[in-house]
């Protein structure tokens, strides 16, 4: 129930944080465990209770590594989705929550953000985490082009 408690807490802030006019949410988390269910159950619930429409994507990543010696460990990481579940119309939301645990690799979240961004369209994407990595904002922001990355907004449960 803690996990619940703490993601709503988060949803409360996400609704101050969310500007008005934006009313149609997507929050997208890959599988993590209770500790991210029990959060995304608790976020949604909030977003749900401050009149926001939501919709969930639930998706499911398998990190592999490809054996090519001339790729850096980095290069050599990759995260394809093996399962992706949706609930709620995804398309064209305003905003993209994307909900991680600790952000420290940006492989499954690049992956994940890449899949959906055409579809949900969003104008802003909140990276919502229990904390990051001291690089990985960073990093996640390089792997894009600025159109895209110029969108990320950073919220972790410290902040």
């Not at 408690?5 to 802030?13: A, D, N, P, Q, V």
């Not at 988390?29 to 639930?58: C, M, N, P, W």
């Not at 305003?94 to 992956?111: E, N, Q, R």
Request: with cysteine; aromatic share 8%; net charge negative.
């Amino acid at each position: 129930m803690e996990q619940h408690t703490e993601g709503y807490e988060l949803g409360k802030r996400m609704l101050t944080a969310i500007p008005k006019e934006l009313t149609k949410v997507c929050v997208a988390f890959a599988t993590g465990g209770f500790l991210i269910d029990g959060h995304v159950k608790g976020l949604v619930a909030a977003l749900k209770e401050g009149g926001l429409v939501v919709s969930v994507v639930h998706i499911w990543n398998e990190i592999q590594t490809l054996p090519y010696a001339s790729l850096t460990p980095k290069e050599a990481c990759i995260a394809p989705i093996t399962r992706i579940l949706e609930d709620g119309t995804i398309e064209n939301s305003d905003v993209l929550i994307m909900v991680s645990g600790y952000l420290d690799d940006v492989t499954a979240l690049k992956t994940n953000i890449t899949r959906l961004f055409p579809t949900v369209n969003p104008s802003i994407i909140y990276i919502a985490a229990q904390d990051f990595a001291p690089n990985a904002q960073k990093e996640l922001e390089a792997e894009f082009p600025q159109r895209i990355s110029e969108k990320f907004a950073y919220i972790s449960e410290g902040t």
